[in-house]
Every structure is written in structure tokens, then in C-alpha cells.
């Protein structure tokens, strides 16, 4: 795949420039321009096989248009190149990388704040955390015993009054431990507890800052949300 997929192209210009061309000039031209985009440097090597086969021509056709299609490219020793591609690459590198820069730097202020608003309910996190540890979920033997049990999520009552002390201002966690099961379910996400445990302490803490509204049936998009941020706050690593 190459480095830029998308290449922007300017059709008032380009048939300006290029009203005197015949249909397979108009082909070779195209291919060539796609070609030279895709390479690190936006260049071709100037190289009469090569270039006959990514315009897609034989050599014997090539011959009998290369003259027209370069007059559209810089040619030296080397390479060939075309100069309002070349600016056009420039052009979209220095937006993409203020976009890189932007990004960085949303995500950077992103997780400031959520550090900040986390360690208001440290204490409860670290109590289930360490619950964590020492969790092992043995479905065979507490069958027909869970006070919550969805197609996932399954907690007998120690470990649900744990959560519900833990994250006590979380107003329904029924419904916040429903949203999970749903996600986790599509999910098809085996070892749920850690990973619950780390979004509902988030929760928790969103919550107590006054960030959060009750749970509520999660969009696509909330699922995708969600997703990445037990990816971001799973101190777990996934391990149960």
C-alpha cells in the first residue's frame, strides 16, 4: 500500500493540459502520474522497459508516444518526475504530519485528565484490582449461583457487592455490567473480568467528576469507544 493512497487531482487543470491527447495517451499519462505517487520520492527511474510497463503499453507502443507523455515530466540521467505532483506530495505530507502532531497532542491532554479524574477513586481501584489477582472464575462449580448473569459477564453475590462497594457511584451498575456484556459478547471477549473491572472503575471516576450519564443500549460508535479505552486503561494487559 502506498505511503499516501489518496492523490489529489486538479480536472480543470488536467484537461487543460492535456485536450490534445488521444485516449491511450490520456491511459499511459494516468498510469504513469499513479505510478510516480505511489514511490517514496514521487520519481520513476527513467528507464524505457519499466516505464513501458507501468503505463501498461508494449515497447513498440511506448516508443511511438513517449515523446508526448514526457513532455508532461522532468526527465535527467536517472529518473522522471512530474513538478505539480511533486508540490501536491509535499503539500500532503506537511498536512498529515500536522494532523500526526495534533493527534499526539489531543491524546497527550486526553490522558492527563483522565489520570487526574482516576485517582479520585483510587482507593476503590485498588481494592478490586487486587480482587482481581486472586479471581479465578470456575463457572462449573458456581453454575445456577450468579446474581448477574448475562451471555458473558456472569458475577456470583461476593463478587457483585464487591463491585457495587467499589464503584459505588456508578448509579445502576446493573445496567453499566449489561452495557459490557453486550460489547464483550459481540466481542467474543474471553477473559471479561479484568477488563471489566478496568472500564467500570473508569466509569466510576467519570461519575464522580460529573462527566457521566446512566448507562444506557451502546451505538457502534460507543462500542468502538469503549474499545479503545480498555485497550488505554486495562492495566491488566487482557490477563485474568
Keep these: 500500500m ?25 491511459g499511459a499519462y494516468m498510469l504513469l502520474l499513479i505510478a510516480c505517487w505511489r514511490t517514496k520520492d514521487c520519481t520513476l527511474p527513467n528507464d524505457d522497459n519499466l516505464l513501458a510497463r507501468y503505463a501498461g503499453l508494449g515497447d513498440k507502443q511506448w516508443q511511438r508516444i513517449k515523446p508526448i507523455i514526457l513532455k508532461f515530466f522532468e526527465v535527467d540521467e536517472n529518473t522522471i518526475s512530474q513538478r505539480r505532483l511533486t508540490k501536491e506530495r509535499v503539500a500532503v505530507e506537511q498536512r498529515s504530519n500536522q494532523a500526526r502532531k495534533a493527534a499526539n497532542a489531543k491524546w497527550l491532554k486526553t490522558k492527563e485528565t483522565g489520570d487526574a479524574s482516576a485517582s479520585s477513586g483510587q482507593c476503590s481501584g485498588d481494592a478490586i484490582h487486587n480482587h482481581i489477582h486472586n479471581h479465578t472464575h470456575k463457572e462449573n462449580n458456581n453454575k445456577g449461583k450468579w446474581i448477574f448473569e448475562g451471555k458473558t459477564i456472569r458475577l456470583n453475590q461476593r463478587d457483585y457487592d464487591d463491585w457495587k462497594k467499589a464503584y459505588s457511584a456508578i448509579p445502576d451498575l446493573r445496567a453499566e455490567l449489561t452495557s459490557l456484556d453486550d460489547y464483550y459478547t459481540s466481542e467474543k471477549v474471553d477473559k471479561w473480568f479484568p477488563r471489566a473491572s478496568a472500564a467500570l472503575a473508569k466509569k466510576n471516576a467519570q461519575y464522580l467528576a460529573g462527566k457521566k450519564t446512566p448507562a444506557h443500549k451502546m451505538t457502534d460508535a460507543e462500542y468502538n469507544r469503549l474499545h479503545s479505552d480498555l485497550v488505554t486503561a486495562n492495566p491488566m494487559g487482557g490477563a485474568q
Design 2 to 26: 502506498a505511503d499516501y493512497p489518496y492523490m489529489p487531482f486538479w480536472t480543470d487543470a488536467y484537461l487543460g493540459d492535456t485536450s490534445h491527447l488521444k485516449t491511450i495517451e490520456h
